[in-house]
Each structure stands twice: as C-alpha cells, then as structure tokens.
C-alpha cells in the first residue's frame, strides 16, 4: 500500500510539474490545438458556455464576437491588440474608423477572461487566444463549421490605431486592392473569398453601404431602392441592413447575393469582378461543404498571422489594459 500511495504521489507531482512547465516554456514550433490541455483542461469549454449564453441572449453577437478576431488579426497579428482601451501609452484601436462605434462584443469578451481564469485559477489563457477561439465558437453556435483553433498565441503590450486605419479592409474596396490587402496579410486569393463569407451573418450600418446603395451600377436596382427607404443620403448613419437574408445563421446565401448583385458592400460584390473570385463565390453559393471547408481552412491561416509566443507579449490580467 505504502509503494502504491508512493507512485501515485510520484505520478501527480510529475503532472503537475508538467503543467507548470507547459504553461511557462516557449512554444518554439508554433501554436499547438493542444496547448491548453494540461494547463487548463476547463479553458476552452467555458469559453463555448459563455459564448453560447450570449449568442443566445442576442443573435447578432455571433457576427461581432466573429468580427474582433478578424480585425484583430489584420493589425499587426492575432495579439489581442483591439481589445486594450485608450490610455495616454495605448493609441487604441478601438478609435479607429473601421471599429469605433462599430466594434462590439468586448463586454463578452470581459466575462469569458474573468470565467477561463476562475476555472484555471490563474490568468494562463491570452485574451488574443480567446478572441480565436470565441471566433469559432460563434460560428459553431450560428449553425457553422467548426475547426481545431491553433492557440499559444501572447497579448501584445501596443495598439495602432494609424495601422487599424491601413490595414483591416475597407468596405469601399474594389478587387484589386483586396487582394492586395489580403496578400500583405499572407492570404491568397482562396482565403479572400471564403473569409468574405462570414458576411453571411451579421449587419452594416448605413454609413458603410450608402455610397453603394446611390451610386454604384452592378446592383440590383429594387435592392438598392429598398435599403434606401432606410438609409437616406444624408443622417440615419447607424440604421442596420442585413449583410444577407438570414444574418443569424451561417448559411451561402451570402453568396447567392452576390450572383443576384445584391451584395450589401461595395467589397462584397467586388468578389464578382472577376473570373476567378465569381467561379469560388459560385461554388460555394450551392456546394455547403466546399464553403465550409474553404472557410475552416482559411479561419486557420489567418489566425496564423503573426503571433506572439514563447516569452513575447505577455498574457494580460485584464484584455482590456497593459499589465
């Protein structure tokens, strides 16, 4: 009896130790699917839980929970940057065009950190992990694909408003410079196509679309009409349309838009431009699994841009603030 309580003592503490070490040591290969699995076996369901309560609470959630990871990843990398507030050191993201009064979903993003490190008794999980994950997760709880997220990646300990404002892709964009914009990111061509997707959920505000509903001419004429019921040519700024018909559920009809040109965005019809972004947005307006698949595999690669591990960054006691 004595050895058996010795070797289980002995055992414990070698996995204890283990998750020590793995919760501290530099990830030199990368990120890992796997990387929480001894630190904080609990981190990733709870993050699911949380943000399956707030989808549920308010639909359109899914879409903006979705949206922080992308435009966290088009500015300098998948660091967690667009979460940090204003301070007179922090020239925050949050002010940018792209997000300010736009940008939403960081109050969730507050009570999933505070509820992974309840669970984890300790801050092990970076708030740029959870911007990825939360990212799947809301497409999952909006009836979309899931994916293996990739995760080790640090907080970063800067912001960029003036790199917000360059970098994340501007909804008056024609093709060229998308896959421009997308190329300087490390994404093809395929990835602009299939990320363009996640407008099958989601809503813009009038600001964004009303030069397209009043001037452009590759669009649907009693489309246009419509939306401008709603959204004048002067005031109403913040009034909503529906990226496509069902903006609660992750479906292609995003793309059947486009063939009919009723994209909502002068980037989204964009896609339809040219040969080889129509033959993609074709396909995946009937064939459910290649958009799913392409997408999956597209969520992955632009997680992958530019994150910091190993002792880089920090992970932030607050997603909110610099520790």
Known sequence: MAFGSLSLFRALLFLSLTASALSTRPYKKGLSPHFYDLVCPQALPTIKRVVEAAVQQERRMGASLLRLHFHDCFVNGCDGSILLDPTPTVDSEKLAFPNNNSARGFEVIDQIKAEVDRVCGRPVVSCADILA???????????????????????????????????????????????????????????????????????????????????????????????????????????????????????????????????????????????????????????????????????????????????????????????
């Not at 397209?212 to 709603?230: E, G, M, P, V």
């Open 133 to 323: 994950i939360t990212a799947r997760d809301s497409v999952v709880a909006l009836g979309g694909p899931s994916w293996k997220v990739r995760l080790g990646r640090r907080d970063s300990t800067t912001a960029s408003r003036t790199t917000a404002n360059s970098d994340i892709p501007a909804p008056n964009m024609d093709l060229p410079a998308l896959i421009n914009n997308f190329k300087r990111q490390g994404l093809k061509v395929k990835d602009l196509v299939a990320l363009s997707g996640a407008h099958t959920i989601g809503f813009a505000q009038c600001r964004i679309f009303r030069d397209r509903i009043y001037n452009d001419s590759n669009i649907n004429h009693a489309f246009a009409k419509n939306l401008q019921s709603s959204c004048p040519r002067m005031g109403s700024d913040g009034n909503l349309a529906s990226l496509d018909p069902t903006p609660a559920h992750f479906d292609t009809r995003y793309y059947n838009n486009l063939l009919s040109q009723k994209g909502l965005l002068h980037s989204d019809q964009a896609l339809s431009t040219d040969e080889s972004t129509l033959k993609l947005a074709k396909s995946y307006s009937y064939d459910y699994d290649a958009f799913w698949k392409d997408f999956a595999k597209s969520m992955v690669r632009m997680g992958n841009i530019k994150p910091l591990i190993g002792n880089q960054g920090q992970i932030r006691l607050n997603c909110r603030r610099v520790n």
